[in-house]
C-alpha cells in the first residue's frame, strides 16, 4: 500500500497528483456551489412555485379519490356482510319454525281437544233412581 498523502517537508506544487481535482476544478465547483445556494435563498421562481402548486393540488386529488373508492369498498363490504348476516337468520328462523312446528303442532292439537272437553256443554244427564225409589 502506497501512502499518497503529501509530506510536510516536501515543497506543495501547483499540480495535482493523479485521481485528485486541479485547483481549476475546484474554483469552479465553488463558484457554480456558490450560485446554487444563492438561487436556493432567493427561493423558488414563479415557474416552481406553481409547478408545485400544481403536482400538490393533483396529489391532494388523488388522495381525495383514493379516500372515495376506500369508502365505497368499505359500503360494499359491510353491505355484503349485512346481507349474508340477514340470510343466516332468515335461514335460522325457518329451522327453528320448521322444528318446534311439528312438535308445536301436535301440543296445540292436545290443547285444543282438552279445551273442548274442558268447555263443551255437559251431555245430558239422566236422573238414576235409588233403589227404595222404585216404581
Known sequence: MVDETPRMDEPMTGEASPGEPTQAEIDAWVAAER?????????PTAEERA????????????????EGEQRIDQGVRRGLQYGREGQLAVEGAMSLLYRFSRRTFAELIRAGR???EETSLP??????PLDDEAD
Open 51 to 66: 409547478a408545485y402548486a400544481n403536482r400538490l393540488r393533483h396529489r391532494r386529488l388523488a388522495d381525495t379519490f383514493d
Open 114 to 116: 282438552e279445551w273442548e
Open 35 to 43: 450560485a446554487r445556494r444563492a438561487e436556493w435563498l432567493n427561493g
Open 123 to 128: 251431555s245430558r244427564r239422566r236422573r238414576v
